[in-house]
């Protein structure tokens, strides 16, 4: 396909060079960026996705944390969920923009490779991937929950408000938790196939996906961990309302909404063309 401009009469060399470089960025090359960060995730070493996974865990508890204390300054109003809910952006501002290894992100980028090379050497390094960084990030959230439930950490109306937004992560139904959060893995699926070409507005696009996650209150495993977690350390929950309430049916929904279904519509239409590219 020739590039933008490229065969206009109307444009000189100069011109023709300004609009090539203003075109859209194409499927293809955007699949092309992502399967990079794929591979470059498959080769990283145990302990650099250890600790990339552990640096996220913490970071996204800053979404459960913004999030409450944007609740607790605002009065009790039905529009309160709808400016608290751009807290909950912030943590993901900070585990992607900083590139630490968010699961839900991972399950997106390291799955590009196994769909491309299709066999089983790279489907165990994906599963490698998505085990250490699942565990890592798990982990993390419980460090930062164990933390925030600790007494006179923040102030009595903050600690209120995080009860209140963490109470919906185990309220709903096995089936319930998992096909909300099989919208969350889809949400986060698209914004990492927006991004390469966002340039400027990858900030904006990060927060606009993440902010509808939390006012429809749609299950994510990393940020929803910190949530339930608070609740089991402050009395509101046991482990297994955690396991069998929380981690399955969100898990289940995220890596499908994320992984099979973004991974498998994205990739799916450019099959023809990557085989013929090899």
Partial sequence: MADAGESSP????????????????GALVIHEIIRDQGEEELER????????????????G????????????????????LVSGFGYSVGFLIVILGRQQLFTETTLTALIPALTRRNLHTV???????????????????????????????????????QDVAAHTLEGSFWHTMLT??????????????LPSADASR????????????????????AGSVEAAFRVFTGHATVADYVVRFLIPTFLGNAVGGAI????????????ELTETK
């Fill in 10 to 25: 109307h444009l000189d060399q100069r011109e023709q060079r300004q609009a090539a470089a203003g075109a859209p960025i």
């Fill in 45 to 60: 070493s145990f302990n650099g996705l250890v600790w990339s996974g552990i640096a996220a865990g913490l970071s996204i």
């Fill in 62 to 81: 800053f979404s459960f944390l913004t999030q409450a204390t944007l609740q607790a300054h605002l009065p009790d109003a039905p529009w309160r969920p």
């Fill in 124 to 162: 165990l390094q994906t599963l490698r991937v998505w085990t250490i960084v699942l565990t890592a990030n798990i982990g993390a959230t419980w460090v930062f929950a164990g933390i925030a439930a600790q007494p006179n950490i923040f102030p009595d109306p903050t600690v209120q408000a995080m």
């Fill in 181 to 194: 959060a099989g919208a969350a893995g889809w949400l986060i699926g698209l914004m990492v196939w927006l």
């Fill in 203 to 222: 900030a904006l696009i990060i927060i606009l996906l993440t902010y509808v996650i939390a006012i429809c209150q749609f299950p994510h495993i990393i």
């Fill in 261 to 272: 279904l973004a991974a498998l519509l994205n990739h799916a239409p450019l099959a023809t």
